[in-house]
């Protein structure tokens, strides 16, 4: 079976105008999903896979129904995400419109939360609702043995009983289980991504010191409470090995990767673990540049030192306020003096620190916002980022303002039913108003990243004339909207 796998182009992606500046010029990492699910499907089943980066290479619908064209392939699988649509929904047609024979298949977080609303497109076969290794593997098994019982004339088999995968028809939508998002339970049974199904040289970051860079992950899921966030991988944390994670690298490195972005939700949630993986990095003599994700409560300066000496860059930490009332109505769990003591270990250790921070939040007053700002320049992160908070489907957030009637009706779900262009996204707008916060985000962003503090600071740490290119791009795209 010949498998396209699909990362489609934001050209209508429906993110504010303010976070479309402020991502511009920001590079491309691979699409780490895409590439688990194509690995598998290649060693478990010798299927003939290709996927196609067409946010990284910029690809027009022309020239997307050109490859499609190209490719002939038996099935089309296209990862959503929800602000990306109309783009997914774009790709999946023009391969309907290609050959109508071609089986499209949707999955990724936006399938995942709405699978009901996106298996009644016409243009989708099918959704995998979770993580898609298996689930996609045993769908395109059916379908194989499907087409051989159809071709014998004989009984056709049921493919509605996998879990994770919807059809649309042959049972009671309401009552299948296949609305359950499906968990992988040993993710050292997964096979390390084969990172060559992608240009793998051409994907690096604005933060990137050591590109090529590549996305890894070494667990999933996340055990913590904060109300903004949806967790795909679910609150029961699973982890690979050690030495799976360490095999993983050897394979990159061999070509030629030395910048890994680790993509777990908190990698420093097992301390012994994280001390582990230092140490067989140090003792094989791995020269690596990683970065991770953790909690400024779950770090401490052994752990900072052990892991500056194993290759690690960079920290991004989630401060997201410096109000101590806001911290807690996100479920945060952790004080301004924890981040304060985090970042400062950070530095001790030459530790990079990248902070992330949110304005607009529930019952949030401009003082408020004007105490996070003043917190963000007092912990003076090497890098942050700020955003304004938009209550997210399917979490406690967004059902508190369908609650409160800060959002009068569930509009991710008729969004997810019915996409338009004219899609807004809607902020928690209790204060402050759309105009007053997007004036405030823009106006942040300038003052921290071009304060001369920071630009000395960042001049400092430059490693080549790349590194100064794409931070100068970056810099005057958000000064002019330009890239």
Request: hydrophobic letters at 35%; proline letters at 6%.
């Amino acid at each position: 079976m010949k498998v396209l796998l699909i990362s489609p182009n934001h050209r209508n992606i429906l993110s504010p105008g303010y976070m479309k500046k402020v991502q511009k010029g920001v590079g491309h990492l691979p699409p780490l999903g895409l590439l688990s699910i194509g690995t598998f499907l290649k060693r478990k089943a010798d299927y003939d896979v290709k996927i196609l980066d067409a946010l990284l290479e910029d690809l027009s619908p022309e020239e997307i129904r050109d490859i499609i064209k190209k490719e002939k392939p038996d099935m089309v699988g296209i990862s959503a995400v929800t602000l990306a649509l109309l783009d997914v929904l774009d790709t999946a047609q023009i391969a309907k419109e290609v050959d109508p024979a071609i089986t499209v298949v949707v999955g990724g977080p936006h399938a995942t939360i709405f699978p009901l609303e996106t298996i009644a497109f016409p243009e989708v076969d099918y959704v995998v609702a979770g993580e898609g290794e298996e689930p996609l593997l045993r769908l395109l098994k059916s379908i194989e043995t499907k087409r051989d019982e159809e071709e014998k004339q004989e009984e056709k088999p049921s493919i509605t009983d996998i879990p994770g995968v919807l059809s649309k028809s042959g049972y009671d939508i309401q009552k299948s289980p296949s609305l359950l998002p499906y968990i992988h339970q040993n993710l050292n049974e997964i096979p390390h991504p084969d990172r060559t199904l992608t240009p793998y040289k051409k994907y690096s970051s604005v933060v990137s010191t050591h590109p090529p860079s590549t996305t890894i992950m070494g667990s999933r899921g996340c055990p913590f409470q904060c109300t903004f966030c949806h967790t795909a991988g679910g609150k029961t944390p699973r982890f690979r090995s050690v030495e799976n994670i360490i095999k993983e690298i050897k394979e990159g490195i061999s070509l030629g990767i030395r910048e890994y972005f680790f993509f777990d939700e908190t990698f420093t949630l097992d301390r012994k673990r994280v001390l582990e993986f230092c140490r067989l990095i140090r003792e094989e003599n791995i020269r690596i540049y990683w970065d991770i994700r953790a909690r400024v409560d779950l770090v401490d300066m052994e752990m900072l030192k052990e892991m500056k000496n194993a290759g690690c860059q960079r920290i991004q930490f989630g401060v997201e306020s410096g109000s101590e009332r806001v911290l807690s109505i996100l479920k945060k769990g952790f004080k301004k003096e924890t981040a304060v003591k985090a970042l400062k270990m950070c530095g001790s250790a030459g530790i990079t620190t990248y902070a992330d921070f949110m304005i607009g939040n529930p019952g949030e007053t401009l003082e408020e916002i004007e105490e996070t700002l003043r917190f963000a320049r007092l912990l003076n992160p090497d890098y942050v980022h700020f955003s304004i908070t938009m209550p997210l489907p399917h979490t406690p957030l967004y059902n508190e303002a369908l609650e409160r009637k800060i959002i009068k009706y569930d509009y991710w779900k008729e969004f997810a039913r019915n996409p338009h262009g004219d899609f807004r996204v809607l902020y928690w707008e209790e204060h402050l108003k759309r105009e007053e916060l997007e004036k405030i985000i823009l106006k942040t962003y300038k003052d921290f990243y071009f304060s001369p503090r920071y630009i000395i600071k960042s001049l400092s740490r430059l490693t080549s004339a790349g590194d100064l290119v794409r931070k100068l791009r970056a810099g005057i795209n958000l000064f002019t909207g330009k890239g």
